[in-house]
């Protein structure tokens, strides 16, 4: 089995500049991002509680498709000026990586989403992180899916657990289930589909 790539993006726009943002997420990026070959689906949320606006999960044939000339072509200083002008407006958090459990599911269709983030960690730690986030959370009635991602950042491995559910959930984490790796749980956010 071949992991899945994924791109997890966490944005929030200045409040006056909200409805260009989701113009222009709707009209143009999303639409140019699904045009990449290996660019597999796209959801986008927004947040209920937490610290960010705004959340779209990509899900990618293979962490391969980011260094793709498809994919640079319409990226970084190759963006059009539409989202040029937005994401100078927002700010923007963007996590690049593969899907280490299950490994390679699809974002399904759920009514809520809670985000864990642990970051800094080293590699070894997704073992532990796989085990407290499908302790905490896969024998709950209302969850659908449980993913973890790990995404390298240069200065330690960020790991992103989705918990995407049929209504609430997150209400309460066993934080002990992670084991020393709960201290670098720094992100907590519930999403609804946007």
């Given amino acids: 089995m071949n992991n899945k790539g994924s791109l997890i993006v966490l944005a929030h726009p200045a ?4 409805e260009e943002f989701n113009a222009w997420y709707d009209t143009e990026h999303l639409p140019e991002r699904m045009a990449v070959p290996g660019f597999e689906a796209a959801r986008r949320y927004v947040c209920m509680s937490g610290s960010r606006s705004y959340l ?3 899900d990618i044939e293979s962490y391969g498709v980011l260094e793709s000339e498809a994919y640079l072509a319409v990226s970084f200083d190759r963006s059009s000026p539409w989202t040029k002008r937005v994401t100078s407006r927002s700010r923007v958090h963007r996590s690049a990586g593969v899907q280490i459990y299950p490994g390679n599911a699809l974002t399904p269709a759920a009514a809520r989403t809670l985000m864990l983030r642990f970051s800094g960690l080293e590699r070894h730690a997704g073992e532990a992180i796989v085990a407290g986030m499908r302790a905490n959370f896969e024998a709950l009635p209302q969850t659908v899916l449980v993913r973890v991602f790990a995404h ?39 999403y609804a589909p946007y």
């Fill in 152 to 190: 390298d950042t240069g200065a330690g491995i960020d790991f992103i657990g989705l918990v995407d559910a049929l209504g609430p959930v997150g209400e309460i984490i066993d934080r002990k289930l992670f084991g020393d790796y709960a201290k670098a749980l720094d992100l907590v956010n519930l």
């Fill in 15 to 18: 409040p006056h500049f909200e």
């Fill in 56 to 58: 779209a999960v990509y």
